[in-house]
């Protein structure tokens, strides 16, 4: 099992203002997978995609990714860990604003060890004409496209998206569901997607619905429809 996590607990604040956000999940994902996470606003989704990216501690619990406890470690070692396996992408992609597509890239290029080749990695998501436009001159599909591009550029080996496609209309959205299933084809990118849209977890592997800081429901998609055919994006 590439991600295993164990019985992980979360909470926020104190006394009064005490709340338990995640009570106890454990679930796995093999490696090369798709992952939707469903639920509704603050039933922990977003938490638990924090979590298993370094960016929250943990009150109890276990997270192995590729076999490493990851709950505990030391802020160096926490960012080696987010350097050498994560991929972050975001509903608000977060570019600078002064910085070219491909100089937005190249920030995250240089703090891999083996980074993909950028000249491919443009082509793949269709950016190499856009590659010297600032932020300000794409439209909301071509900034989240650099946006997965950053990501992508470091060969993470887990990919995290929160909500990728909240902030595109339906075609676009498409889109990028397509691209994201190209690359996990194509590079074998482990995936986990937070979502609201109700049709992505039809082009995944596995789905897992929180509610109320627990696992509601999980199960293996064993009829996937291919991201190109999916409806009411």
Excluded: W
Aim: aromatic content about 6%; overall charge neutral; charged content about 25%.
């Amino acid at each position: 099992m590439y991600l295993e996590v164990k019985n992980i607990k979360k909470s926020y604040g104190k006394d009064g203002s005490y709340v338990q956000v995640l009570k106890g999940i454990s679930t796995g994902l093999e490696r090369g997978k798709m992952c939707v996470i469903q639920g509704t606003s603050g039933s922990g989704k977003s938490t638990f995609l924090n979590c298993i990216g370094g960016l929250d501690t943990l009150d109890s619990g276990s997270i192995k990714v590729d076999g490493k406890e990851i709950v505990g470690l030391k802020p160096t070692a926490l960012s080696d860990y987010r350097r050498e396996h994560l991929g972050f992408i975001f509903q608000f992609y977060n570019l600078v604003p002064n910085l070219t597509v491909r100089e937005n890239i190249q920030v995250c290029e240089y703090l891999s060890k083996q980074p993909l080749d950028m000249d491919e990695l443009l082509e793949t998501l269709g950016l190499t004409e856009h590659q010297n436009k600032f932020p300000s001159q794409l439209s909301g599909g071509q900034q989240q496209r650099c946006a997965i591009a950053r990501a992508l550029i470091k060969n993470p080996k887990l990919l995290l998206l929160d909500e990728p496609t909240g902030a595109l209309d339906s075609k676009t959205s498409r889109d990028i569901l397509v691209l994201l299933e190209q690359i996990n084809q194509k590079y074998g990118t482990t995936m986990l997607l937070v979502t609201h849209n109700n049709s992505i977890k039809n082009m995944v592997h596995k789905v897992i619905i929180i509610k109320d800081g627990q696992i509601h429901k999980e199960y293996e998609n064993e009829t996937r429809v291919p991201a190109a055919e999916l409806e009411d994006l």
